[in-house]
T-cell receptor, first 112, second 111 residues
Framework: GDSVTQMEGPVTLSEEAFLTINCTYT??????LFWYVQYPGEGLQLLLK?????DKGSNKGFEATYRKETTSFHLEKGSVQVSDSAVYFC???????????FGTGTSLTVIP | SAVISQKPSRDICQRGTSLTIQCQVD?????MFWYRQQPGQSLTLIAT?????????ESGFVIDKFPISRPNLTFSTLTVSNMSPEDSSIYLC????????FGEGSWLTVV
C-alpha cells in the first residue's frame, strides 16, 4: 500500500552543520510530496512541496527534490541554525485520492 | 505508538448543512490540532484544541463556523457549520503527546 518512510530520529547537530533527512515513499499513481515542520507547542507549517518528478521545493534554505526513479524526497540544508530545531515530517497525498500519508517525523535539535 | 481514528473519511454534504468530524486517539494526548487542505493548496491550521479550555483559532477561522469540542484527553470534534462549496476540503486531525500523530483525513464535498 501507499506509505512514507522517514529517517528515524532524534538528530542532533551543531550549528552550521549540513542536514539531510531521508524520506522515501511508496505510492500508486503520482503523489504530491511535502515537508512539514512543527515547532514546539505549535501546529504544522508547510516547509516546501513538489508536485511532479524532478521538481525541487525550497524554502528558508531547505531543499528537497522529487526523485521518481528512487521514490525519494530527501530534505537538505547546508547550514542549520538553532532556530531550525523542530520536528520534520515528510508527507504525500495522491493526486487521485484524499488520504494523507505522513512519515513518523524526525526530531532535530541544533546546538550552538 | 498512538493511533488516531478519524471519521467520516469521506462525505458529500448539502449546502447550508453542518457536519461534525470526530477524532479519537487511543492514548492520552496534550494538544490536538485541526487542519484544512483546500484543493490545490497545502495544509492550513484551523485551530488548536486543548482539553479543559476553548480552542485557539488561527487568523481567518472563527468559532461560529468551526466549533470544536475537546471533552477529554483522547477525543475531539470539529464541526463545519452552514457549509458552502468553498468548504469542500480535506480536514485533518493531529495529536501531540510523546510524539505527533495524524488521522487519515476527512474529505468533504459540498454540493
Amino acid at each position: 500500500g501507499d506509505s512514507v518512510t522517514q529517517m528515524e530520529g532524534p538528530v542532533t547537530l551543531s550549528e552550521e552543520a549540513f542536514l539531510t533527512i531521508n524520506c522515501t515513499y511508496t505510492a500508486t499513481g503520482y503523489p504530491s510530496l511535502f515537508w512539514y515542520v512543527q515547532y514546539p507547542g505549535e501546529g504544522l507549517q508547510l516547509l516546501l512541496k513538489a508536485t511532479k518528478a524532478d521538481d525541487k521545493g525550497s524554502n528558508k534554505g531547505f531543499e528537497a527534490t522529487y526523485r521518481k526513479e528512487t521514490t525519494s524526497f530527501h530534505l537538505e540544508k547546508g547550514s542549520v541554525q538553532v532556530s531550525d530545531s523542530a520536528v520534520y515530517f515528510c508527507a504525500l497525498i495522491l493526486n487521485t485520492g484524499n488520504q494523507f500519508y505522513f512519515g513518523t517525523g524526525t526530531s532535530l535539535t541544533v546546538i550552538p | 505508538s498512538a493511533v488516531i481514528s478519524q471519521k467520516p473519511s469521506r462525505d458529500i454534504c448539502q449546502r447550508g448543512t453542518s457536519l461534525t468530524i470526530q477524532c479519537q486517539v487511543d492514548s492520552q494526548v496534550t494538544m490536538m490540532f485541526w487542519y484544512r487542505q483546500q484543493p490545490g493548496q497545502s495544509l492550513t491550521l484551523i485551530a488548536t484544541a486543548n482539553q479543559g479550555s476553548e480552542a485557539t483559532y488561527e487568523s481567518g477561522f472563527v468559532i461560529d463556523k468551526f466549533p470544536i469540542s475537546r471533552p477529554n484527553l483522547t477525543f475531539s470534534t470539529l464541526t463545519v457549520s452552514n457549509m458552502s462549496p468553498e468548504d469542500s476540503s480535506i480536514y485533518l486531525c493531529s495529536a501531540s503527546g510523546n510524539t505527533i500523530y495524524f488521522g487519515e483525513g476527512s474529505w468533504l464535498t459540498v454540493v
